[in-house]
């Protein structure tokens, strides 16, 4: 609903106001080619002008699929610590791959379990499956119908529901618990999540494993 009511703002301040200082800084000013090159396939990647060494190709590969599968099984583990569920890990890993290979094939940038996602479909009580592929269908109607519309979301309304839904992602039950039992893991928790909040999602995790590998050492 926030989504909805950004939408309706933003294309009113930038349709209808004169005074575009006032406007707020919408999806499409930082991204003008979504009004124009919305597809759901692109194979332009594989034109010779934008040859890419080899050795680039594999490092960079092999950066994503360490990143995505770290954060795949995270937010597999939340979800089960927060619906008392286990998901099957092997499983997971193997969608995740087959998705990833026809999102590259078909010249789309890569998929991943995520965090926030995951814990607003806990929020919500939407645990099954289904939601999954109800998001994904949705998802799919906006690019096909409605890409033009969304672009006109602020990126204030994009910052403001990602920021709040990774905050949520810490309760304060599990902060109190760990700085009564254990404060190096506490300390662990927030620079992880002040990173992950402010920075960036990927580095946040891969400096909170290796704050974890350090204790264990």
Not at 32 to 37: I, L, Q, V
């Given at each position: 609903m926030i989504a909805i009511v950004g939408v309706i703002y933003g294309a009113v301040m930038k349709l209808a106001i004169e005074d575009q200082s006032i406007a707020p800084i919408i999806l499409s000013d930082i991204y003008?080619?979504?009004?124009?090159?919305s597809q759901l396939v692109d194979f332009s990647y594989w034109?010779?002008?934008?040859?890419?060494?080899?050795?680039?190709?594999?490092?960079?590969?092999?950066?994503?699929?360490?990143?995505?599968v770290l954060e795949t099984l995270i937010s597999g583990r939340i979800a089960d610590n927060k619906t008392n569920t286990r998901f099957d890990q092997r499983q997971e890993i193997f969608g995740m791959s087959i998705a990833n290979i026809?999102?590259?094939?078909?010249?789309?940038?890569?998929?991943?379990?995520?965090?926030?996602r995951t814990n607003v479909n806990v929020q919500t009580k939407a645990t099954h499956k289904t939601s999954q592929f109800i998001n994904a269908i949705i998802v799919l109607l906006i690019v096909v119908f409605m890409a033009?519309?969304?672009t006109y979301?602020?990126?204030?309304?994009i910052a403001s529901i990602l920021v709040t839904s990774s905050c949520r992602l810490v309760p304060m039950t599990v902060m109190k618990q760990l700085?009564?039992?254990?404060?190096?893991d506490f300390w662990i928790l927030i620079i992880t999540w002040l990173i992950c909040v402010f920075k960036d999602g990927a580095m946040g995790l891969l400096i909170g494993m290796l704050l974890s590998f350090l204790k264990l050492g």
């Open positions: 003008p080619d979504m009004r124009t090159k034109s010779p002008k934008k040859a890419i060494p080899f050795g680039n190709i594999i490092a960079g590969s092999a950066k994503v699929a360490f990143v995505a026809v999102s590259g094939l078909l010249g789309g940038t890569p998929c991943t379990g995520v965090l926030i033009n519309v969304f979301i602020p990126m204030c309304v700085w009564n039992a254990e404060r190096f």
